[in-house]
């Protein structure tokens, strides 16, 4: 008898123990899982502002670290929060009012003063209160000051032209109506001084580039080459015997590269190695690759350099190609254009950012619009802060030169609805203008 109480005492408390443990450790998971006493805010967004938000719980503030662009419309946004592990039920201020803050993002809220919201646990037994601060820029950091530099003293009527930085000077090259072709040079581009003609037939400067620490130009005759003495020779390096030049564009990778073609029209990438005497050919072009009115630029690519080339694709907008060092070549566009294409639209690399500027449009109206894209050109967005000094200096076909020492930006002749464009415009970003005022930097 006894011994079977003892079997029975024995089993009744192994049954409770279980039990016990068990709904102790459903508890726990529970416990872990949802945070229900805890209304602070972990992280808050706002859809199309990629700003980060500081959540400082200690001043119970809300507030974007770097400030949002100048203009930026915040009159009409909806946050959203996030809490520790569950979503907090959220009240916001009105005129000294706590309402239901609706989680549906067509309520906006004018956040061009600061607003409050109240933030309760899941258990509705614990607040916060929180005051969200939107700062923006009260100056606009991000667009150019532009100041008139000089004007570019020429002779006659412009018809090809191009700027370039070489040897320590800018350089404009230019053809007249007359078929007469010259050359300015200046140090700072507030004057220019006249360097006298060059005589060469068929000059098409807007192809002119920088050959392995040498300057070429196309002309009527092939590819000639600027000696020391700002004259031009016929280039000795040789294509292939079935191809010809089409388009010079710019040296990559200790290699000059050119577009070429053979008797059928078909084109193909050529490419020459530093003192080498003949062009080696690369893969040929895709079909869908136009020539006519394209842009190249190099451009650095996170710690290398890549070679851009924007083309029209053939139905009004922009194909963006991007070509490595080693002759990889890869539409970054994709079939989906970023922009209108515009014949003599500029492409330049400043402060972090390969920027297209300016063009002419399918109407022929002159552009100032500057498109920009922080990510190697994959992906591009409209920056209206960078735009040309004013409507009457719209143009296309200048040639974009920049000061790494001054963070100058140099706008050097080109095309407006008057004609050519004497102007040499030079511009900073304001960000610079504030850092020098402020911290002294040159």
């Not at 990510?375 to 040309?388: A, P, Q």
Request: aromatic fraction near 14%; include cysteine.
């Amino acid at each position: 008898m006894n011994n079977r109480f003892l079997w029975f005492l024995l089993m009744l408390f192994s049954l409770s123990c279980g039990m016990f443990v068990s709904c102790k450790d459903d508890d726990d998971d529970d416990a872990v899982s949802l945070n229900y006493d805890d209304p602070r805010v972990r992280v808050m967004t706002i859809n199309g502002i990629s700003a980060t938000f500081v959540v400082n719980d200690v001043e119970s503030l809300i507030y974007n670290y770097d400030s949002l662009s100048f203009g930026t419309d915040v009159k009409r946004l909806h946050p959203v929060f996030s809490g520790y592990q569950v979503s907090p039920i959220m009240q916001y201020d009105s005129a000294g009012t706590w309402k239901s803050y609706p989680s549906d993002t067509t309520f906006k809220l004018d956040f061009s003063n600061v607003v409050k919201f109240r933030s309760i646990s899941l258990d509705s037994l614990h607040t916060k209160v929180y005051t969200v601060e939107l700062r923006v820029h009260e100056y606009d950091v991000e667009s150019y000051e532009w100041e008139l530099a000089s004007t570019l003293p020429v002779h006659g009527d412009v018809v090809t032209q191009k700027a370039v930085s070489f040897g320590g000077k800018y350089y404009f090259f230019y053809s007249n109506g007359a078929g007469e072709n010259y050359a300015l040079s200046s140090s700072d581009c507030k004057s220019w001084k006249e360097e006298g003609s060059i005589v060469m037939a068929g000059a098409d400067w807007h192809t002119l580039t920088e050959r392995n620490g040498s300057l070429v130009v196309n002309t009527a005759n092939g590819l000639y080459v600027c000696t020391s003495e700002l004259s031009f020779i016929p280039s000795s390096a040789l294509l292939p015997a079935n191809l010809s030049m089409v388009k010079p564009l710019f040296t990559l990778g200790a290699k000059f590269w050119v577009v070429a073609e053979d008797g059928d029209g078909k084109k193909s990438l050529c490419s020459l190695a530093a003192g080498s005497q003949n062009y080696e050919v690369e893969d040929p072009l895709p079909s869908t690759f136009v020539v006519e009115g394209m842009e190249a630029v190099v451009s650095p690519s996170g710690s290398t350099l890549v070679g851009y080339l924007f083309t029209s694709d053939g139905q009004g907008g922009t194909a963006i190609w991007a070509l490595d060092n080693v002759g990889n070549l890869m539409c970054l566009s994709n079939g989906k254009s970023p922009f209108d294409f515009r014949f003599g639209m500029m492409a330049y690399y400043y402060d972090k950012t390969l920027c297209v500027i300016g063009g002419q449009d399918a109407a022929g109206n002159y552009q100032g619009t500057l498109y920009k894209s922080t990510d190697s050109g994959m992906r591009w967005g409209y920056d209206s802060h960078k735009i040309f000094p004013n409507e009457e200096e719209y143009r296309a076909y200048s040639s974009i030169l920049f000061n790494e020492d001054t963070n100058e930006v140099f706008m050097i002749g080109g095309k407006n609805k008057s004609g050519f464009a004497p102007g040499v415009w030079k511009g900073i970003l304001k960000q610079f203008l504030m850092d020098d005022l402020i911290y002294g930097n040159s």
